[in-house]
């Protein structure tokens, strides 16, 4: 299984919007409805921010939002803020009962 | 409040074995699905398999063989022992909640365990 591709890193200046981009297969993200997003700010271990696809759960802001478009799941941040510069992880749960990651995300903001 | 304590870094020679530990605390351990994730250096995250809220274990064929996850419910602490080490191992280790049965998301991680695998 490979992993699902994502753009290496993404830029914005605070307040704009950015939009992280997770392509995979009809096996994985086209197929279910159950892909997430970590954030994870260096050093530090992933935090959930959206869950089936559009989900978020209890204390993540509602700048952070998930949507999904065939085999494409896409997280966008609106009003970026400077706490917002971490690494972005998708993930999706596949056919075959396993579950894979995005290659990854840098946010930057400038 | 929730939390998952790993154990500490671990240094190993190549062919090797390594178990480490994550002792959970907050929360009811028999009703939860538990995973093992890991990240090399610089790298993305990548699921190693999952032990059952009902003790049976599933995991991704490339790791098939070599990891072994298990669990002492008398001490709420799961385990993940990784065997036939390789350069290739070295990474950190996480073991990471699923908030309730098919929920198919990860919502508590340990703080990671690092595994350094040089001759």
């Known amino acids: 299984q490979s992993a699902l591709n994502q753009p290496p890193s993404v830029s914005g200046s605070p307040g704009q919007s950015v939009t992280i981009s997770c392509t995979g297969t009809?096996?994985?993200?086209?197929?279910?409805?159950?892909v997430s997003w970590y954030q994870q700010p260096p050093g530090t271990a992933p935090k959930v921010m959206i869950y089936d696809v559009s989900n978020r759960p209890s204390g993540v802001p509602d700048r952070f939002s998930g949507s999904k478009s065939g085999n494409t799941a896409s997280l966008t941040i609106s009003g970026l803020q400077a706490e917002d510069e971490a690494d972005y992880y998708c993930c999706s749960f596949t056919s075959t009962r396993i579950y894979v990651f995005g290659t990854g995300t840098k946010v930057t903001v400038l | 409040q929730v939390q998952l304590v790993q154990s500490g870094a671990e240094v190993k020679k190549p062919g090797a074995s390594v178990k480490i530990s994550c002792k959970t605390s907050?929360?009811?351990?028999?009703?939860?699905?538990m995973h093992w994730m890991r990240q090399a250096p610089g790298q993305g995250l990548e699921w190693m398999g999952i032990?059952?809220?009902?003790?049976?274990?599933s995991y991704p064929q490339n790791f098939q063989g070599r990891v072994t996850v298990t669990r002492d419910t008398s001490t709420s602490t799961v385990y993940m022992e990784l065997s036939s080490l390789r350069s290739e191992d070295t990474a950190i280790y996480y073991c990471v909640r699923e908030p309730h049965s098919g929920a198919y998301y990860f919502d508590y991680w340990g703080q990671g365990t690092l595994v350094t695998v040089s001759s």
């Open positions: 032990i059952y809220s009902g003790g049976g274990t």
């Open positions: 907050g929360y009811t351990f028999t009703n939860y699905y």
């Open positions: 009809s096996s994985d993200v086209g197929g279910y409805d159950r």
